[in-house]
T-cell receptor, first 115, second 114 residues
Framework: AQTVTQSQPEMSVQEAETVTLSCTYDTSESNYYLFWYKQPPSRQMILVIRQEAYKQQNATENRFSVNFQKAAKSFSLKISDSQLGDTAMYFCAFRGMNRDDKIIFGKGTRLHILP | DSGVTQTPKHLITATGQRVTLRCSPRSGDLSVYWYQQSLDQGLQFLIQYYNGEERAKGNILERFSAQQFPDLHSELNLSSLELGDSALYFC?????????????FGPGTRLTVL
């Protein structure tokens, strides 16, 4: 069964700094999708970025980028020039390619951006 | 605002009771997903519907059931409620329910079982 592990329950960084959130996963599949979701204090889940496993190029969305290491089964999220609005819970998630595959979330990392 | 609406926002009930949570997907989205977020279990996928038909099932208890209606709104029914069912229940929708589709989450329904 697939598992997703986020080893950092909580992190704090100063505004404008760069922060990296770790995520590792376990699967026997060769093709799959990985996601980072953000859950701010409002509780709404927002997709931050996604990566398709067969694409070697790391996904980037503005200040958010990933470091996808397929062999190591690692999928870290880097937030550059962090802003107060980045304060949130961040969830790493995995989904297989089959139509009935379910998405599996990690336990989350609580990120605090300090002024 | 994702365009997904969920009612009610909060629900407080007693053990043994039954409740219904409602979700309206974004306009044009055919697929609806239900998730449960609790302190001990984290965020878990419950079930997915596409155009009225069940497409995928996750960790949904037998006491829970869901359906998607012809107008594409969905309801999640929770019965014989236990204290451990207290959680935030999210609904999400996507255009076609495909793997590449982005899911848009609603604001959630906070269920408290006393």
């Amino acid at each position: 069964a697939q598992t997703v592990t986020q080893s950092q329950p909580e992190m704090s960084v100063q505004e404008a700094e760069t922060v990296t959130l770790s995520c590792t996963y376990d699967t026997s599949e060769s093709n799959y999708y990985l996601f980072w979701y953000k859950q701010p204090p409002s509780r709404q889940m927002i997709l931050v970025i996604r990566q398709e496993a067969y694409k070697q190029q790391n996904a980037t969305e503005n200040r958010f980028s990933v470091n996808f290491q397929k062999a190591a089964k690692s999928f870290s999220l880097k937030i550059s020039d962090s802003q107060l609005g980045d304060t949130a819970m961040y969830f790493c998630a995995f989904r297989g390619m089959n139509r009935d595959d379910k998405i599996i979330f990690g336990k989350g990392t609580r990120l605090h951006i300090l002024p | 605002d994702s365009g997904v609406t969920q009612t009610p926002k909060h629900l407080i009930t007693a053990t043994g009771q039954r409740v219904t949570l409602r979700c309206s997907p974004r306009s044009g989205d055919l697929s609806v997903y239900w998730y449960q977020q609790s302190l001990d279990q984290g965020l878990q996928f419950l079930i997915q519907y596409y155009n009225g038909e069940e497409r995928a099932k996750g960790n949904i208890l037998e006491r829970f059931s869901a359906q998607q209606f012809p107008d594409l709104h969905s309801e999640l029914n929770l019965s014989s409620l236990e204290l451990g069912d207290s959680a935030l229940y999210f609904c999400a929708s996507s255009p076609r329910g495909g793997i590449v589709d982005e899911q848009f989450f609603g604001p959630g329904t906070r269920l408290t079982v006393l």
